[in-house]
């Protein structure tokens, strides 16, 4: 359990480990009661394990449908508003983007969340290639934020998708 906990996540397939842990207890625990009740404790054990596995599948579909809306949406504002030419960054938006806009990254950290925390050498790399490379646009998702070394060469222009902030070059 404490595992599960480590990333600071909460995803409920992050709970499978445990869940298959729990399931041998209980199947343990079902070993030691009266042979005839076993069919009854069988039957509940499944039916909870069915109504978990779908509130599980429900929270994940909703999740799932909002993030390739919002992809959808960003990509083809990319494309609308850039060039195939272009170089775009990505920042704390789904790498997906780049597939669907048809459009390059500046950097070749396009899934940015292994950079951190591991070396400060991948973030600067990462930072650098952005100041250098000068993507024609910089998205930047939410709740999400840049060095002002990087941030001093843009410009704010609006807001799309699920609140992906979209930055232009000055």
Same mark, same amino acid.
């Given at each position: 359990?404490?595992?599960?906990?480590?990333? &600071?996540?909460?995803? &409920?397939?992050?709970?499978?480990?445990?869940?298959? %842990?729990?399931? %041998?207890?209980?199947?343990?625990?079902?070993? $030691? %009661?009266?042979?005839?009740?076993?069919?009854?404790?069988? &039957?509940?054990?499944?039916?909870?394990? $069915?109504?978990?596995?779908?509130?599980?599948?429900?929270?994940?579909? @909703?999740?799932?449908?909002?993030?390739?809306? /919002?992809?959808?949406?960003?990509?083809?504002? !990319?494309?609308?508003?850039?060039?195939?030419?272009?170089? %775009? $960054?990505?920042?704390?938006?789904?790498?997906?983007?780049?597939?669907?806009?048809?459009?390059?990254?500046?950097?070749?950290?396009?899934?940015?969340?292994?950079?951190? &925390?591991?070396?400060?050498?991948?973030?600067?790399?990462?930072?650098?290639?952005? $100041?250098?490379?000068?993507?024609?646009?910089?998205?930047? @998702?939410?709740?999400?934020?840049?060095? !002002?070394?990087?941030?001093?060469?843009?410009?704010?222009?609006?807001?799309?998708?699920? @609140?992906? /902030?979209?930055? !232009?070059?000055?």
């Amino acid at each position: 359990i404490v595992s599960t906990g480590m990333s &600071g996540f909460r995803f &409920g397939h992050y709970l499978l480990p445990v869940f298959v %842990i729990f399931a %041998i207890f209980i199947a343990k625990a079902i070993g $030691c %009661i009266k042979k005839k009740y076993n069919f009854i404790l069988y &039957g509940l054990l499944v039916l909870w394990c $069915c109504y978990f596995g779908y509130k599980q599948y429900q929270t994940y579909k @909703g999740a799932v449908n909002l993030a390739v809306k /919002s992809n959808v949406e960003v990509a083809k504002y !990319v494309k609308a508003n850039t060039t195939k030419n272009n170089m %775009i $960054c990505l920042y704390g938006v789904d790498a997906s983007v780049y597939l669907l806009s048809e459009r390059k990254s500046v950097t070749k950290y396009i899934y940015q969340n292994p950079i951190f &925390g591991i070396r400060p050498s991948m973030y600067d790399e990462f930072i650098s290639d952005i $100041c250098h490379k000068k993507p024609s646009l910089l998205l930047v @998702g939410k709740n999400e934020s840049l060095p !002002v070394s990087v941030m001093k060469s843009y410009t704010f222009k609006e807001t799309i998708g699920n @609140g992906v /902030s979209v930055f !232009v070059l000055k």
